[in-house]
């Protein structure tokens, strides 16, 4: 198992396990123990494998699913060539072959991993490739003026709003979701279940819900428990906080949501105060305001 995590392309035991964990992991076999540095003493050897994250930039970002599937069909059948067990559009297999310098007659274990990546997007764009996002510009009483790019808006420092829901599960934890590692702002921290900038023309409300559906691939009514005003703190947005309540399934959007769980109340606390550079700064800021209010939240909900 050791020689097959940590593996190279073109060795006998570099399989779909391997790509699958190098799309995100770098993998090193150490050392090899004996069994007599256990008690009881197991009748084989062990590996020590050393596992570390591999920096996102220049990584190629396909959806997950998408990567595992081809993946997983690359490699059925060690035997066959990949033009004819991946099943390409006429033509798409050659030129990409030969752009990576491949031969078309390349089986699953000739590609390394972030050829593996690249291949996944040409089959299945990430489909998040979207005109770039239009925002209301607010005055200071968060009444419309205008409308702006996005990326004015930021820039400008232009007042702005946003949305963040928290859900709770039926038994009152609440769902954190774990920002994607390519997100320019707060990469790979733990922030509220959704969030998002409200787009032109969209209520706080309508942003909620078009949020859920995108980022974690739910809906359930929502009700407002907290709005706070635009400050340099909260970069320059007015924020509404929704609550609802969802047991799932959910589905996260390939580069905005890392991974999510529910989590009781009490983990979270101790969480955030053990290691606090690991959540947003507004997931902070209502966390200290609301989660001891579970009961009082999810009562929002259910009476609305």
């Not at 591999?54 to 035997?79: H, I, K, M, Y």
């Not at 979207?130 to 009483?141: F, G, I, L, N």
Request: net charge negative; aromatic share 10%.
């Amino acid at each position: 198992m050791g020689e097959r995590l940590a593996s190279a392309p073109g060795h006998k035991d570099y399989a779909a396990l391997t790509v699958q964990l190098g799309r995100r992991w770098s993998v090193k076999k150490l050392r090899i123990v004996p069994p007599d540095v256990f008690w009881p003493r197991p009748a084989v050897e062990s590996a020590v494998i050393e596992v570390s994250k591999r920096p996102v930039e220049g990584l190629p970002n396909p959806d997950p699913e998408g990567f595992s599937s081809l993946v997983r069909q690359g490699f059925s059948s060690r035997r066959k060539q990949l033009r004819s067990l991946l099943k390409l559009p006429t033509g798409a297999w050659e030129r990409w072959a030969s752009e990576k310098g491949h031969p078309v007659t390349a089986r699953a274990e000739d590609l390394p991993v972030d050829h593996w990546a690249d291949l996944a997007l040409q089959v299945s764009p990430p489909g998040h490739d979207h005109p770039e996002e239009m925002c209301d510009v607010v005055d200071s009483d968060d009444r419309i003026l205008e409308s702006r790019l996005r990326s004015e808006v930021h820039v400008n420092n232009f007042l702005h709003r946003a949305v963040h829901l928290w859900i709770f599960n039926s038994q009152g934890e609440l769902f954190l979701q774990k920002r994607s590692p390519w997100k320019i702002n707060h990469p790979d921290q733990w922030c509220s279940s959704a969030a998002g900038h409200v787009d032109t023309g969209e209520t706080y409300e309508e942003a909620g819900h078009r949020e859920m559906r995108e980022e974690i691939g739910i809906d359930c009514p929502l009700v407002k428990f907290w709005k706070v005003g635009a400050t340099p703190e909260t970069a320059y947005e007015f924020v509404e906080y929704w609550v609802g309540v969802c047991d799932g399934p959910f589905r996260f959007a390939p580069g905005e949501v890392e991974t999510g769980a529910f989590f009781p109340i009490e983990q979270i606390r101790r969480w955030v105060g053990r290691t606090p550079e690991e959540f947003t700064p507004l997931f902070k800021m209502a966390a200290a305001k609301f989660l001891g209010e579970t009961e009082s939240l999810m009562k929002l909900v259910s009476d609305s």
